[in-house]
C-alpha cells in the first residue's frame, strides 16, 4: 500500500490510526463528486433561459479542460485537509473535516462544472457523471468515515475516460 504519509503510531492513536493513502482516495472522489454534480443540473434548466443556451455551447475538449482546471483548483485545500486526517484521523477530526473543507470544496465544484454547459452528443455521459458524484457526495455527507475509502471510485470510472482525470485523480 502507497502511503502519502509515514505512518507513526503512538500509544494513543495505534488502535485507530488509517494510512495516509485512503484520505488521498477520499479527496479524489470529493473532486469526482463536485464534478457529477455540476453535470446533473445542465439537463433540468429551462430552454427559455439564456444562460441555458449559452452554456450548451461548449465542446468536449473545452468541458474537459476547464472541469479538470475547476477540480485542480481545489486540490491545494483539498491536500492540507487530507494532511490534517493523516495526523489526527479521530472521527470527529474526519467529520468536521467532511463538513468544513470537502463537501463545501466538491459543491462549489460541481456547480463550476454544470456551468459550463454540456458538450453537445455528451449529455447522457455528462449527466451520469454528475448523477455520480452527487450520490457519492450523499454518501459522504451521511458517513464520513468513508472519505478514507474510494468512495468516489464509480464516478471516475465514467469521469476518467471521459478526459476528466484532475476530477478524483487517486479513484
Not at 503512538?10 to 469526482?32: F, N, S, Y
Not at 470544496?105 to 460541481?110: G, N
Not at 455527507?141 to 468516489?152: E, I, S
Request: with cysteine.
Amino acid at each position: 500500500m502507497l502511503r502519502l504519509f509515514p505512518y507513526k503510531p503512538t500509544p494513543a492513536t495505534a488502535p485507530t490510526r488509517r494510512p495516509g493513502r485512503p484520505l488521498v482516495i477520499v479527496i479524489a472522489g470529493l473532486l469526482m463528486v463536485a464534478l457529477g454534480v455540476a453535470g446533473c443540473g445542465g439537463a433540468s434548466s429551462s430552454t427559455k433561459s439564456p444562460k441555458s443556451a449559452a452554456t450548451t455551447a461548449i465542446t468536449k475538449a473545452e468541458f474537459v479542460a476547464k472541469a479538470n482546471a475547476i477540480c485542480a483548483s481545489a486540490d491545494p485545500a483539498l491536500s492540507a485537509a487530507n494532511a490534517k486526517l493523516a495526523s489526527d484521523p479521530v472521527p470527529a477530526v474526519i467529520a468536521a473535516a467532511v463538513k468544513d473543507t470537502y463537501v463545501p470544496s466538491v459543491e462549489a465544484q460541481i456547480t463550476e462544472i454544470r456551468a459550463l454547459g454540456t458538450p453537445s452528443g455528451d449529455q447522457a455521459t455528462v449527466t451520469r457523471m454528475l448523477q455520480l458524484v452527487q450520490a457519492d457526495l450523499n454518501k459522504i455527507k451521511t458517513n464520513p468515515r468513508l472519505v478514507a475509502t474510494d468512495v468516489f471510485g464509480d464516478f471516475a470510472r465514467v469521469a476518467h475516460p471521459y478526459g476528466l482525470t484532475a476530477c478524483a485523480p487517486l479513484s
